[in-house]
């Protein structure tokens, strides 16, 4: 069990910029999820993946937000067109498929954004 | 709505000393109810977790947590803690397959 790893794990980029991190989860776990943490809060989340399928988006994720899963392993996030409002740690976790297992997510590190 | 609350942005103890983070969540369902440690510049670390059945719960690290229906709470306890310790602690609910984390509570250890 090698963990949930994210690249990069800092990110500065100027306002306008597109940006995209990547998620690789636990390997036997079919689902998972990005969160965005700003200063201060809890983790908030944004959408969630179940192998390919992305089922379900927060209204937080806006259309300048989009995720894959492409063959449902690894994810990426890409946010396009940057605000100042988009700096937070962007959080990726993973977990296994029973439905209570579900709930019990395992973090990676995070990746941190800042927009100048 | 769902939420979790923790009342509590800033707790400072001596190293040694007893600790207790409050959380309180409202749920219209029996819930399932977590607690994290983030340490600085890292992921989230699950402490310990409350499913079903016995309502008191021991996690890692020396951690416990007890389940308590009446009062909407699940509060953390650690009865000697370690300056290792020092960390943000975030309390979370699970709901439809993603969880609900409160604002956290920042731990500071004094030697």
């Known amino acids: 069990d090698t963990g949930v790893s994210q690249d990069p794990r800092h990110k500065i980029t100027k306002r306008g910029q597109n940006v995209t991190f990547r998620c690789d989860p636990i390997?036997?776990?079919?689902?998972l999820y990005w969160y965005r943490q700003t200063l201060g809060q809890g983790p908030e989340f944004l959408t969630y993946?179940?192998?390919?399928?992305?089922?379900?988006k927060s209204r937080l994720l806006s259309d300048r937000f989009s995720a894959e899963r492409p063959k449902g392993s690894f994810s990426t996030l890409e946010i396009q067109r940057t605000e100042q409002g988009d700096s937070a740690m962007y959080l990726c976790?993973?977990?296994?498929?029973?439905?209570?297992?579900?709930?019990?997510?395992?973090f990676g590190p995070g990746t941190r954004l800042t927009v100048t | 709505a769902q939420s979790v609350t923790q009342p509590d942005i800033h707790i400072t103890v001596s190293e040694g000393a007893s600790l207790e983070l409050r959380c309180n969540y409202s749920?219209?369902?029996?819930?399932?109810l977590f607690w994290y440690v983030q340490s600085p510049g890292q992921g989230l670390q699950l402490l310990l977790k409350?499913?079903?059945?016995?309502?008191l719960v021991q996690g890692i690290k020396g951690f416990e947590a007890e389940f308590k229906r009446s009062q909407s709470s699940f509060n953390l306890r650690k009865p000697s803690v370690h300056w290792s310790d020092a960390a943000e602690y975030f309390c979370?609910?699970?709901?439809?397959?993603?969880?609900?984390f409160g604002t956290g509570t920042r731990l500071q250890v004094f030697p």
């Open positions: 976790a993973s977990s296994s498929p029973d439905s209570v297992g579900a709930l019990k997510q395992y």
């Open positions: 390997s036997e776990h079919n689902r």
């Open positions: 993946f179940q192998n390919e399928a992305q089922l379900e």
């Open positions: 749920y219209g369902a029996t819930p399932y």
């Open positions: 409350y499913f079903s059945g016995d309502t």
């Open positions: 979370a609910v699970g709901y439809t397959d993603k969880l609900i």
